[in-house]
């Protein structure tokens, strides 16, 4: 169900919301204009009944009023029909029509129409009273004629009806056009979410120019932001570098000022492999970074085994290679180092196979670098991440290549995990990206 939090439910709601008022208000309006023309109609039949009655009625030679000519509409000659018709003198019925078959209406003081009264039956009447005078007589007369309101209401109901029914396929047109509408006012929105989209992916810098000019000052604004975001970003990258490298200088000068056997060696070295690492971080990600590059694998992983080819040669050690994704969702400058490391580890201690296997699985890119060789405790796996921490003080090394990878691989949306692989039984590493 499409909730309040959505922009397409928002509309839609509101728009159910206020074409069910302005049919349900329609059907009010129209209904009490149907009424009332329909009860219009009623008492102008009413009205002519009078007519007739009045001008029927006259005086005998005595001055008393008689009925010379009644209606002939048989429906006042049904017994109880609802149809009836009197006329008083003097507040004394006279004559009455056959319908009322001997009874009699209550007579009102005044003329009225379109009042309500009950026949001898019971049943509601719609009534029309005048009072009116004949030539030679002194009486005060009054003509009362009704309708049934059962039949003025099957009247209306009959009207009602088709005027309902009309509203509600109106309103089944309307409710089909706004989900029309609204789903083609938010197709900028979708198309414009894609192009967001293609940016985190890398296929591109910057939002296309929308095709609506309401989001054209947004896609101009995070453009904007984008573009800031690089800039700053680079600057704050090469100021690391920089800062790095106006502390190595001084820290060189006193490492040569100290006796070989000074204490503050340990110190000035361990300063140095800080240094070193904020510096190989800086070179490895001070270039201008685009959200979401992509880097094709397997001409990164070639250069790096012809710098690597004298050991590889030298120790007679084979990379196999089961590349079943062929790029991985990151910088091409972030690829190489993190490739480069994980290779160079690899032929540092392998036997005599290295493995580089890449796969994407749920949403996410795995490369895994395996080694034959001696691997590690399980208990050293988060040791070796931390960085200038060297498991081997027997190799050259600064203890960060792993520290870094890890960094880089956080800074992507991603994670590095060590263990013993599975087919070549020596270290593995894998680098987990997301797609």
């Known amino acids: 169900m499409i909730g309040w939090k959505s922009i397409r439910g928002r509309l839609l709601w509101l728009s159910a919301l206020w074409l069910s008022a302005a049919l349900l208000a329609a059907y009010l309006i129209i209904g009490n204009v149907l009424e009332r023309f329909v009860s219009t109609r009623f008492d102008a039949e009413l009205a002519a009944v009078s007519d007739a009655l009045m001008v029927g009625t006259g005086a005998d030679s005595s001055g008393l009023a008689q009925l010379v000519d009644s209606p002939t509409d048989p429906r006042f000659s049904q017994p109880l029909s609802g149809w009836y018709w009197q006329v008083s003198a003097d507040g004394s019925v006279f004559i009455t029509s056959d319908s009322l078959y001997e009874s009699e209406l209550p007579v009102p003081a005044a003329d009225a129409s379109g009042a309500q009264t009950l026949g001898p039956d019971g049943a509601m009447l719609r009534a029309a009273t005048r009072a009116f005078t004949v030539p030679g007589s002194d009486e005060d007369l009054r003509v009362t004629v009704t309708a049934p309101q059962a039949e003025i209401d099957a009247a209306l109901a009959a009207v009602r009806r088709p005027l309902a029914l009309t509203l509600a396929v109106l309103g089944i047109g309307l409710a089909v056009g706004v989900v029309v509408q609204v789903t083609a006012g938010l197709s900028s929105l979708r198309l414009m979410g894609r192009n967001l989209r293609a940016v985190r992916e890398g296929q591109t810098a910057t939002l296309r120019p929308p095709d609506v000019a309401e989001l054209q000052p947004i896609a101009e604004e995070m453009n904007a932001l984008l573009t800031q975001n690089r800039d700053q970003l680079a600057r704050t990258r090469e100021q690391i570098g920089n800062l790095a490298h106006s502390l190595k200088t001084p820290l060189m000068a006193l490492q ?21 690492w904020h510096l190989k971080r800086a070179r490895s990600a001070g270039g201008r970074r685009v959200l979401g590059q992509v880097t094709h694998i397997t001409p990164v992983i070639d250069d790096i085994l012809l710098v690597l080819n004298r050991p590889l040669q030298d120790r007679g050690i084979e990379v196999l290679r089961d590349i079943a994704t062929p790029t991985l969702p990151i910088e091409h400058e972030d690829a190489q180092e993190i490739l480069g490391n994980l290779l160079e580890n690899a032929t540092k201690w392998a036997n005599s196979r290295i493995s ?56 992507n949306g991603g994670g590095l995990k060590l263990g013993r692989d599975e087919q070549l039984r020596g270290l593995s590493a894998t680098v987990t990206l997301p797609d």
């Open 256 to 276: 040569g000022d100290l006796p070989p056997d000074d204490p503050g060696q340990a110190v000035i070295a361990r300063m140095d492999r800080q240094i070193a």
């Open 356 to 411: 580089v296997r890449t796969a994407r699985q749920e949403g996410q890119v795995y490369l895994t670098i395996a080694d034959d060789g001696p691997g590690m405790a399980d208990a050293d796996f988060s040791r070796a991440l931390s960085r200038g921490t060297r498991l081997d003080e027997r190799g050259p090394g600064a203890g960060l290549g792993l520290a870094i990878i890890a960094d880089l691989a956080a800074l």
